[in-house]
């Protein structure tokens, strides 16, 4: 299972951005995908979810709710992180992961495979 996250970059606050994990062929059907991020000098911190299966669940940390979407398109093997109304905060270094889970997803699952991170910064 390979992931390739992409879409970073330098934003203002209140800005939005839209973050995508390429993942290999059939990932998406057998692996739940995750989102990460790690501000400097944080801990890593999962921030949503989708799960495998049809009609997804996905999850979204409190700090994100109502501002960031989860979605995926199986027919190209994608995971989007919709990114909207960006704030300091938000600055990290964003990962995406995989997890071999055919049910509900869960950020504190232990994820099988992880992409190279893509920065994203949110500054004035």
């Known amino acids: 299972v390979q992931l390739q996250a992409s879409g970073g970059g330098l934003v203002q606050p209140g800005d939005s951005l839209r973050l995508s994990c390429a993942v290999s062929?059939?990932?998406?059907?057998?692996?739940?995908i995750g989102w990460f991020r790690q501000a400097p000098t944080k801990e890593r911190e999962g921030i949503s979810c989708i799960s495998s299966y049809d009609g997804p669940s996905t999850y979204y940390v409190d700090s994100v709710k109502g501002r960031f979407t989860i979605s995926r398109n199986k027919a190209n093997n994608t995971v989007y992180l919709q990114m909207n109304s960006l704030k300091l905060e938000d600055t990290a270094v964003y990962y995406c992961?995989?997890?071999?889970?055919?049910?509900?997803?869960?950020?504190?699952?232990?994820?099988?495979?992880w992409g190279q991170g893509t920065l994203v910064t949110v500054s004035r």
């Open positions: 992961a995989a997890d071999y889970n055919m049910g509900d997803c869960t950020v504190t699952a232990i994820y099988d495979y």
């Open positions: 062929a059939y990932t998406l059907d057998y692996y739940a």
